[in-house]
Every structure is written in structure tokens, then in C-alpha cells.
């Protein structure tokens, strides 16, 4: 116990460095994802078919649909992409995708255009969580628009509001009320996943904490350190659900 | 079904399109000095001489960048172009470590420090994590590892390495009041172990044909002992001393038998010249003293290889 | 001159037609009913007249212009579409209120947004604003609910909520305002509210096309029947025509399953 209270402020100093970088990277995947799984999200549900001429032709020859003008009419391109894209993402384990995105380009360009610092590994690490979180979020966003029923767009658009005056004015306070508690448990999830950024040497709080272990600053061996950065996970993941609650109370003020 | 054959053909397409783009510009070439690790490690298996070797042109040290094409600039040329010595280290007393100011400092650390000053470059260190140290080094994020690194065959094997410097050995961990029942290489048989995976405490405990479990760090293998999960763990002997024992968060663990002595050396990126650099540079320095006298600052003199 | 002019509509979803050429001219002031079972196309003509569908062919034109006209591609241009269906109001069987807004709020929103279209709206802000507020206020108490306005609609009952759906399309002065079976979602002891509204709004001579299944209202409230079956029309005439003497079989028999 004793010793504990002797290596407590070295530690703590230690476990704030740490939770510093696990806290930045948690709010710049949240600015960077939140937009962007919009963006993916539009472009999943996009239905431009720069070929359904073709396929509109053979039917009105043929008489009746086949399977090639069916593939034509329904070809959308962008969706299918960014469908993939998605695909990618969502289902490959993100240490894989933040080992990928860190290294590639040094190993197969032989040009580390990350760099090899703190700041470049950060860097790194943030485009590898926006790019997968905003694959989450957009079908989380895709759920939510999808939820928001169609009468709703019609008396919009019987009203002659715009495509965009809809979605801003109608839909999306409407898909925010739907999302949060998914999103909810998406950012308790990204909490904890900032961890797995220790893969590229990224010194968040774990390995802050872990540094102890194999000694570090006169302390090792001190396994209590590990142990204590639950209390930081805690606590952050406790704010954040007290600020979604928060939200939640916010929009109950009406019924979707 | 059809359209499943379909979305396969353009996800296998996809695929191919991406490695193409990265093979291309893999093989044109990066401007600068660079020239792909991989090439380096296809061209030139062997160690190349400091000097320029036979069949390359003058022009290197001009460094126009049409001749990169033709003649590889060598990976000292590289580290000098770029004015800083990237040092990939983790957090290892007293090798590589932080002072109160969070500088690094240590034996390897002042060593590193100096061999930059001679090569005319800055350094820096870099924390990395030790599984991916070849990764940090072909991906050109570090320039060399510099940490009380065994040399194990896969290290060889992977890496361009110095002469080793340091003596080090693998040692068994066992709680305090067992250990005076395992004294000896054959008493511990029957134990059951926790090695750090791809460790030289692994290649001991398969020499020996020890019953164990390969862990992801030492760290963990001396948790899995503290825990009563393993029974024993086999670890460096640098590293047991500062992380068992009175004074530590093991207080009840111990380190009995050395199982073999081992040595420590830096690693290159493949093919790399620096690796004879830093011989020369460990020869000279421990000629004039200077190694020795900086081996005593952190108390590991008795450890140090003659150069 | 009609206000509406309806002329050979057809609309097919897939190989199914469920317009076969539907024609009709409504003249202003006046109020049709369309009846005829469901499936009979009712609510894809009033979903047409709204540009919520695209009808295959035929033309629908408004004091004599041509809003549509399935021979001329330019008349089916998505960026008038919106201009255009400001002659048309509707008002939903699911009253499609926005939950996030408040009675005022909904009977307000298009008109703000379509008043910042206005070239002088920087000038005349406070005073357009103003226009429209009490604008609002005043259908809503039209309604009976002038004090309901800052409820929301999940605090209103479905009639209420009903009228105030009507509010809403009022608010933009339709030339024409179309009901699609507006009390079909209704507990029956509500739908009295509504169709009181509805019949107080012909009494003023707002010109309405209304698809419904209360034939008594109907009668009551109509200068013109329609009656649709499938996907043509198969009877129009007076109130009294139609209800009184049918002339079709398939009439008769509707309206003999409707009286009970």
C-alpha cells in the first residue's frame, strides 16, 4: 500500500499523458466520423443508374423485363462502391486496418508519408477510426433515415420544400432521435477501441499503464498501474453516457 | 446467384486493381534518395561495404535524382538526407529510458546518441511496440532498433545487425519460497511455463523441452507466475533484475537459473551499410574508453563485449 | 374556365395499369368526391395530381395551364415539379404531421422557408414573418384550436391532429386541396370533428377534390360525384345522380354494399 501511494503521483502523471492522446483520438474520430458516415451513408442509398437507359430500352423492346435489362436498370454504381467500401471496413478487425494504414505505405511505396513520431502514428491511427467508424455510422444513419416513414417526405414535398429543406427541416432531428441510442453504444464501443491504437506504438493510456509492468521511470514490475487506467475508462465512459441520457432527454420532447 | 458471380469478378478486380497501383509505384520508385526496402532486400542479399561497392556509379554522393533509378543510394545516404537517426527503443531500464526531464537516456540511448553525432544527424527516439519491429524498420518509421535486443536467428535472419555489445542471459522466474527447489536446469522439467512469444526465453524453453505457454510480452509472462497461472517464466536476466524482486510489484517473485548467455546487438534495416558503420564506431569507442566509461554511468560494464 | 382539368390520366406500376385513362374538370369553388372500393386507383389519382407519382401519359392542367402532359417531356422536368405543386394541397389519411414541430410550427414551416425565396425578404423581413405567423394563427383558430397551437402532435388527438394537417395545407392557398380518405385513420367518434371542418370549408367555396368511404358526407358535401372502378370512371355525375339513381351496375352495386 505504501508503495502504491509512493509511485501514485509518477503513475497518475503518467496515466494523464495517456489519457490525453485516448481522449483526443476519441473526439477527432467523432468530428471526422460523424460527417463522414453521413456522406457514406447517402452514398449507400444512392440510386443514380447511369445505365438504366439501357436497360429501360430493352424492356420497352422486349416487351418485358429480362435479367440483363434488370442489371442494367438497377446497376447504381456509386452505392455498389461505396457498398463495398463498407463491406471492407465493417469486416475486417480495425488492428488489422490501423497495422495496413500505418506501415503500407512505407513498406510498399518505401515512403512513410506518416512519419515516424508520436504526432505521425496519431495521425495514422485517426484516419484508420474515421474511416471505420463512419462505416458504422452510416448504417446506423441509413437505419435511421429508413426508419423516418415516408409520409413524412411527402407532406414535405406536397408542401414544395426542397430535397435538402427536407432532410434538414423534417428527416433529421427525426433520424437524430432514432440513432442515439445505437450511436450510443457505437461511442462506449470507441471508448475502449481507442486501445487497440497501442498496435502502431500509439501511447495511449493502456500503454501508459503497461509501462510499469516492464519498468519504466524507476517503477516496475507495479501491476496496479494496468489495473487503474479501468478507472479512466470508467469514468469516461460514465460522462459519455450521462451526455447521450442528457440528449436523449433532449429530443423526448416529441414522439417520431 | 448470377449477380453473386458478379459482385465476386468486381471485388477480385477491385483487388487487383489496388495491388497493381501499389506494385507500380512500388517499382517506379519514390523520388529522393530512397529506393524501396524491398528492392534493397531482392538486389543485395549479402552485407554491403561501407564504401560504394564495385559496380556502382560515382554519382551517389551528387545525388541527382535520375541515377537513383540505376544506382541505389546506400541506407547511410538515406539517414544523412534526411539529418536524423530514427531510433526505435521501448521503455527498457537501463537501456532505454526516461529521465525525470523525460529524455531518454540509458546505455543504449547514450550510445545512440553518439553514433548519430558521428554519422552528423540528429536522433530520435521512437517508442515502439516490439512485435512490429521489422514492419517499423522495412517500413522505413525507424532507421534502426536499438534496445537491448537479443540476436536470435529470426533476428539475424531479418535484420542487418551490428556485432553484438552486451552480454545478457535467460533466466528462470519462480515464486520466492519455491525457488530454492529449482536451482538447477534440471529441476525445473516439470514446471510449467509462460514465455514471451518469439523470445529467446520461447527458443530456451524449446531447447530445454519445456511444457509452455507462448504469452504476448515478459510483462505478461511474469503476470502469469505472480498469478499462479504458470508456474514459471523465463525471461532476460537485464530485465528480471529491475522487474522482481524487493522493491518491485513482485516482491514474492524470484530469478534462479541462467539458462544460457545470450548477447545483445542493433538492428539495420536488410542490407543496410550502417550495421558496419556502428562496428567501426563501437571499435573506436571502446579503444578510447568512451563505451566503457559510458557502460559504467548505468552499472552494465560487466556485461560489455570487448570491440 | 375549370380550375382543374383532368384529361385520359393513365399510370401503370410494373405491368399492372391503375389508370386506364381517367378524365374529369372540377370548376372552382366546387368540391368532387371520388368514391369506389380500394384498389379502384382513388389515391393514385389524388398521388398524381400531387406529382407524388409521375402519371405514364394523359394531361392535368390548372387554370388552363398545363402543369403536366405525358406527350411533352419538358412539362415533366424534376426542377418544376416543385413550383408546380404548389397549385395542389393534401392532406394525408396519416396526417403525416412533423412530430418535431408544434401545431403553429407545422402550419408555418413551408410557408417561412418558401418566403426566403422571396425577392424581398431581406427588405420586408419582420413584417412577412409577422404576415405569416398571424396567417397561421388564424386557420388554426379556423380549426377550432386556437388553443392547441403550441401543443405538439403526439399531445393532440387524432382529429385534432387532422385538422391540423388541413391548417398546414391551407396555409399555402392551394388552388386545389385534395383529401385522401382524411378520416379512414380515425376512431369513428372523431371523424365528426373533421368532416365538419371539410363541409365548413365548401360552405366557403374552397375548391376540393376529396377521395373518401363516408358516402353520407359525400352526398352532403359534394357538387360532383366520382365514382372509380377499376382504374376507370365509371360513373360522375350530382350527388343525386349518382346516389339517387345509379346508372351503372357496378355503382349500384357499391353503394348497395355501403348503405348496409
Same mark, same amino acid.
Given at each position: 500500500?505504501?508503495?502504491?501511494?509512493?509511485?501514485?503521483?509518477?503513475?497518475?502523471?503518467?496515466?494523464?499523458?495517456?489519457?490525453?492522446?485516448?481522449?483526443?483520438?476519441?473526439?477527432?474520430?467523432?468530428?471526422?466520423?460523424?460527417?463522414?458516415?453521413? #456522406?457514406?451513408?447517402?452514398?449507400?442509398?444512392?440510386?443514380?443508374?447511369?445505365?438504366?437507359?439501357?436497360?429501360?430500352?430493352?424492356?420497352?423492346?422486349?416487351?418485358?423485363?429480362?435479367?440483363?435489362?434488370?442489371?442494367?436498370?438497377?446497376?447504381?454504381?456509386?452505392?455498389?462502391?461505396?457498398?463495398?467500401?463498407?463491406?471492407?471496413?465493417?469486416?475486417?478487425?480495425?488492428?488489422?486496418?490501423?497495422?495496413?494504414?500505418?506501415?503500407?505505405?512505407?513498406?510498399?511505396?518505401?515512403?512513410?508519408?506518416?512519419?515516424?513520431?508520436?504526432?505521425?502514428?496519431?495521425?495514422?491511427?485517426?484516419?484508420?477510426?474515421?474511416?471505420?467508424?463512419?462505416?458504422?455510422?452510416?448504417?446506423?444513419?441509413?437505419?435511421? #433515415?429508413?426508419?423516418?416513414?415516408?409520409?413524412?417526405? $411527402?407532406?414535405?414535398?406536397?408542401?414544395?420544400?426542397?430535397?435538402?429543406?427536407?432532410?434538414?427541416?423534417?428527416?433529421?432531428?427525426?433520424?437524430?432521435?432514432?440513432?442515439?441510442?445505437?450511436?450510443?453504444?457505437?461511442?462506449?464501443?470507441?471508448?475502449?477501441?481507442?486501445?487497440?491504437?497501442?498496435?502502431?506504438?500509439?501511447?495511449?493510456?493502456?500503454?501508459?499503464?503497461?509501462?510499469?509492468?516492464?519498468?519504466?521511470?524507476?517503477?516496475?514490475?507495479?501491476?496496479?498501474?494496468?489495473?487503474?487506467?479501468?478507472?479512466?475508462?470508467?469514468?469516461?465512459?460514465?460522462?459519455?453516457?450521462?451526455?447521450?441520457?442528457?440528449?436523449?432527454?433532449?429530443?423526448?420532447?416529441?414522439?417520431? | 446467384?448470377?449477380?453473386?458471380?458478379?459482385?465476386?469478378?468486381?471485388?477480385?478486380?477491385?483487388?487487383?486493381?489496388?495491388?497493381?497501383?501499389?506494385?507500380?509505384?512500388?517499382?517506379?520508385?519514390?523520388?529522393?534518395?530512397?529506393?524501396? *526496402?524491398?528492392? $534493397?532486400?531482392?538486389?543485395?542479399?549479402?552485407?554491403?561495404?561501407?564504401?560504394?561497392?564495385?559496380?556502382?556509379?560515382?554519382?551517389?554522393?551528387?545525388?541527382?535524382? $535520375?541515377?537513383?533509378?540505376?544506382?541505389?543510394?546506400?541506407?547511410?545516404?538515406?539517414?544523412?538526407?534526411?539529418?536524423?537517426?530514427?531510433?526505435?527503443?521501448?521503455?527498457?531500464?537501463?537501456?532505454?529510458?526516461?529521465? $525525470?526531464?523525460?529524455?531518454?537516456?540509458?546505455?543504449?540511448?547514450?550510445?545512440?546518441?553518439?553514433?548519430?553525432?558521428?554519422?552528423?544527424?540528429?536522433?530520435?527516439?521512437?517508442?515502439?511496440?516490439?512485435?512490429?519491429?521489422?514492419?517499423?524498420?522495412?517500413?522505413?518509421?525507424?532507421?534502426?532498433?536499438?534496445?537491448?535486443?537479443?540476436?536470435?536467428?529470426?533476428?539475424?535472419?531479418?535484420?542487418?545487425?551490428?556485432?553484438?555489445?552486451?552480454?545478457?542471459?535467460?533466466?528462470?522466474?519462480?515464486?520466492?519460497?519455491?525457488?530454492?527447489?529449482?536451482?538447477?536446469?534440471?529441476?525445473?522439467?516439470?514446471?510449467?511455463?509462460?514465455?514471451?512469444?518469439?523470445?529467446?526465453?520461447?527458443?530456451?524453453?524449446?531447447?530445454?523441452?519445456?511444457?509452455?505457454?507462448?504469452?504476448?510480452?515478459?510483462?505478461?509472462?511474469?503476470?502469469?507466475?505472480?498469478?499462479?497461472? *504458470?508456474?514459471?517464466?523465463?525471461?532476460?536476466?537485464?530485465?528480471?533484475?529491475?522487474?522482481?524482486?524487493?522493491?518491485?510489484?513482485?516482491?514474492?517473485?524470484?530469478?534462479?537459473?541462467?539458462?544460457?548467455?545470450?548477447?545483445?546487438?542493433?538492428?539495420?534495416?536488410?542490407?543496410?551499410?550502417?550495421?558496419?558503420?556502428?562496428?567501426?564506431?563501437?571499435?573506436?569507442?571502446?579503444?578510447?574508453?568512451?563505451?566503457?566509461?559510458?557502460?559504467?554511468?548505468?552499472?552494465?560494464?560487466?556485461?560489455?563485449?570487448?570491440? | 374556365?375549370?380550375?382543374?382539368?383532368?384529361?385520359?390520366?393513365?399510370?401503370?406500376?410494373?405491368?399492372?395499369?391503375?389508370?386506364?385513362?381517367?378524365?374529369?374538370?372540377?370548376?372552382?369553388?366546387?368540391?368532387?368526391?371520388?368514391?369506389?372500393? *380500394?384498389?379502384?386507383?382513388?389515391?393514385?389519382?389524388?398521388?398524381?395530381?400531387?406529382?407524388?407519382?409521375?402519371?405514364?401519359?394523359?394531361? #392535368?392542367?390548372?387554370?388552363?395551364?398545363?402543369?403536366?402532359?405525358?406527350?411533352?417531356?419538358?412539362?415533366?422536368?424534376?426542377?418544376?415539379?416543385?413550383?408546380?405543386?404548389?397549385?395542389?394541397?393534401?392532406?394525408?389519411?396519416?396526417?403525416?404531421?412533423?412530430?418535431?414541430?408544434?401545431?403553429?410550427?407545422?402550419?408555418?414551416?413551408? *410557408?417561412?422557408?418558401?418566403?426566403?425565396?422571396?425577392?424581398?425578404?431581406?427588405?420586408?423581413?419582420?413584417?412577412?414573418?409577422?404576415?405569416?405567423?398571424?396567417?397561421?394563427?388564424?386557420?388554426?383558430?379556423?380549426?377550432?384550436?386556437?388553443?392547441?397551437?403550441?401543443?405538439?402532435?403526439?399531445?393532440?388527438?387524432?382529429?385534432?391532429?387532422?385538422?391540423?394537417? #388541413?391548417?398546414?395545407?391551407?396555409?399555402?392557398?392551394?388552388?386545389?386541396?385534395?383529401?385522401?380518405?382524411?378520416?379512414?385513420?380515425?376512431?369513428?367518434?372523431?371523424?365528426?370533428?373533421?368532416?365538419?371542418?371539410?363541409?365548413?370549408?365548401?360552405?366557403?367555396?374552397?375548391?376540393?377534390?376529396?377521395?373518401?368511404?363516408?358516402?353520407?358526407?359525400?352526398?352532403?358535401?359534394?357538387?360532383?360525384?366520382?365514382?372509380?372502378?377499376?382504374?376507370?370512371?365509371?360513373?360522375?355525375?350530382?350527388?343525386?345522380?349518382?346516389?339517387?339513381?345509379?346508372?351503372?351496375?357496378?355503382?349500384?352495386?357499391?353503394?348497395?354494399?355501403?348503405?348496409?
Amino acid at each position: 500500500m505504501e508503495l502504491i501511494l509512493q509511485q501514485a503521483p509518477i503513475v497518475i502523471r503518467s496515466l494523464n499523458i495517456g489519457f490525453l492522446q485516448t481522449l483526443k483520438l476519441f473526439v477527432i474520430t467523432l468530428i471526422g466520423a460523424l460527417p463522414l458516415g453521413l #456522406i457514406i451513408s447517402f452514398g449507400s442509398m444512392s440510386s443514380w443508374a447511369p445505365l438504366a437507359f439501357i436497360g429501360r430500352n430493352m424492356e420497352r423492346k422486349n416487351g418485358r423485363a429480362t435479367a440483363a435489362s434488370r442489371f442494367f436498370t438497377g446497376f447504381c454504381p456509386i452505392s455498389l462502391i461505396v457498398k463495398i467500401i463498407v463491406w471492407v471496413f465493417r469486416g475486417t478487425p480495425l488492428m488489422l486496418q490501423l497495422l495496413i494504414i500505418y506501415y503500407f505505405p512505407g513498406l510498399v511505396w518505401g515512403n512513410p508519408i506518416w512519419g515516424s513520431g508520436e504526432s505521425g502514428r496519431f495521425l495514422a491511427s485517426a484516419v484508420a477510426f474515421i474511416i471505420n467508424y463512419a462505416c458504422y455510422f452510416s448504417e446506423i444513419y441509413r437505419g435511421g #433515415i429508413q426508419g423516418v416513414p415516408r409520409g413524412q417526405q $411527402e407532406a414535405g414535398q406536397v408542401l414544395g420544400m426542397t430535397k435538402g429543406q427536407i432532410f434538414f427541416k423534417v428527416t433529421l432531428l427525426q433520424m437524430v432521435k432514432r440513432i442515439v441510442p445505437p450511436m450510443g453504444n457505437e461511442c462506449i464501443t470507441l471508448v475502449k477501441d481507442t486501445s487497440l491504437a497501442r498496435i502502431i506504438a500509439l501511447q495511449e493510456i493502456i500503454w501508459a499503464g503497461q509501462a510499469f509492468l516492464k519498468g519504466s521511470q524507476g517503477i516496475s514490475g507495479a501491476i496496479w498501474p494496468l489495473f487503474f487506467t479501468g478507472v479512466y475508462y470508467l469514468i469516461f465512459t460514465g460522462v459519455v453516457t450521462l451526455l447521450l441520457g442528457w440528449l436523449e432527454r433532449k429530443l423526448s420532447y416529441f414522439r417520431a | 446467384m448470377k449477380k453473386l458471380t458478379k459482385i465476386l469478378a468486381l471485388v477480385l478486380a477491385l483487388a487487383l486493381c489496388v495491388a497493381l497501383c501499389a506494385c507500380s509505384s512500388g517499382g517506379s520508385g519514390t523520388p529522393a534518395s530512397t529506393g524501396s *526496402s524491398l528492392d $534493397e532486400y531482392k538486389d543485395k542479399d549479402g552485407n554491403l561495404p561501407t564504401e560504394a561497392p564495385e559496380g556502382t556509379e560515382a554519382p551517389e554522393g551528387t545525388e541527382t535524382p $535520375e541515377v537513383v533509378e540505376t544506382a541505389e543510394a546506400t541506407d547511410s545516404q538515406y539517414v544523412k538526407d534526411k539529418g536524423v537517426l530514427i531510433v526505435g527503443i521501448t521503455d527498457f531500464a537501463p537501456m532505454d529510458y526516461k529521465d $525525470e526531464n523525460g529524455e531518454w537516456i540509458g546505455f543504449d540511448a547514450d550510445m545512440a546518441k553518439a553514433f548519430a553525432a558521428h554519422l552528423g544527424v540528429n536522433v530520435e527516439f521512437v517508442e515502439i511496440d516490439w512485435d512490429n519491429k521489422v514492419l517499423e524498420l522495412d517500413g522505413k518509421t525507424i532507421d534502426c532498433v536499438w534496445n537491448g535486443m537479443t540476436l536470435r536467428e529470426e533476428v539475424l535472419n531479418s535484420m542487418e545487425c551490428s556485432k553484438p555489445y552486451c552480454n545478457n542471459a535467460q533466466v528462470v522466474i519462480v515464486p520466492v519460497d519455491v525457488a530454492d527447489q529449482y536451482q538447477t536446469a534440471d529441476s525445473i522439467k516439470d514446471l510449467a511455463f509462460a514465455v514471451e512469444a518469439g523470445s529467446a526465453g520461447e527458443d530456451m524453453a524449446v531447447d530445454y523441452e519445456l511444457n509452455y505457454t507462448p504469452v504476448k510480452s515478459q510483462a505478461d509472462a511474469i503476470m502469469e507466475v505472480a498469478s499462479k497461472t *504458470s508456474d514459471a517464466a523465463i525471461i532476460d536476466s537485464l530485465m528480471a533484475a529491475a522487474m522482481v524482486g524487493e522493491g518491485t510489484g513482485y516482491e514474492n517473485l524470484t530469478y534462479t537459473v541462467g539458462l544460457n548467455s545470450e548477447e545483445y546487438g542493433v538492428g539495420f534495416r536488410k542490407g543496410s551499410d550502417l550495421a558496419d558503420m556502428l562496428d567501426q564506431f563501437f571499435a573506436a569507442s571502446y579503444s578510447d574508453g568512451t563505451m566503457i566509461e559510458c557502460a559504467e554511468t548505468y552499472g552494465v560494464q560487466a556485461a560489455l563485449i570487448a570491440q | 374556365m375549370s380550375v382543374l382539368e383532368v384529361k385520359d390520366l393513365r399510370k401503370s406500376f410494373g405491368k399492372l395499369e391503375v389508370l386506364k385513362g381517367i378524365s374529369f374538370s372540377l370548376e372552382k369553388g366546387d368540391t368532387i368526391s371520388i368514391i369506389g372500393s *380500394s384498389g379502384s386507383g382513388k389515391t393514385t389519382l389524388l398521388r398524381c395530381l400531387n406529382f407524388l407519382e409521375t402519371p405514364n401519359s394523359g394531361i #392535368i392542367s390548372v387554370n388552363g395551364e398545363k402543369l403536366f402532359d405525358g406527350a411533352d417531356s419538358a412539362s415533366q422536368r424534376d426542377s418544376e415539379i416543385r413550383k408546380k405543386r404548389l397549385h395542389f394541397g393534401l392532406v394525408f389519411q396519416s396526417f403525416n404531421l412533423f412530430p418535431q414541430y408544434t401545431a403553429l410550427g407545422n402550419v408555418k414551416l413551408a *410557408s417561412n422557408l418558401l418566403a426566403k425565396e422571396r425577392l424581398d425578404y431581406q427588405a420586408h423581413k419582420k413584417d412577412i414573418i409577422a404576415e405569416i405567423d398571424e396567417n397561421a394563427r388564424g386557420l388554426l383558430s379556423q380549426m377550432g384550436l386556437a388553443d392547441k397551437i403550441d401543443l405538439y402532435p403526439h399531445q393532440l388527438s387524432g382529429g385534432q391532429q387532422q385538422r391540423v394537417a #388541413i391548417a398546414r395545407a391551407l396555409a399555402l392557398s392551394p388552388d386545389v386541396l385534395c383529401f385522401d380518405e382524411p378520416t379512414s385513420a380515425l376512431d369513428p367518434e372523431l371523424t365528426g370533428e373533421v368532416l365538419k371542418v371539410i363541409l365548413s370549408l365548401a360552405e366557403k367555396y374552397t375548391t376540393m377534390v376529396i377521395v373518401t368511404h363516408e358516402m353520407q358526407f359525400a352526398r352532403e358535401v359534394s357538387s360532383q360525384v366520382l365514382f372509380m372502378d377499376k382504374g376507370v370512371v365509371a360513373e360522375c355525375g350530382t350527388p343525386e345522380e349518382v346516389f339517387g339513381n345509379p346508372k351503372n351496375e357496378r355503382t349500384k352495386q357499391f353503394l348497395e354494399r355501403y348503405s348496409g
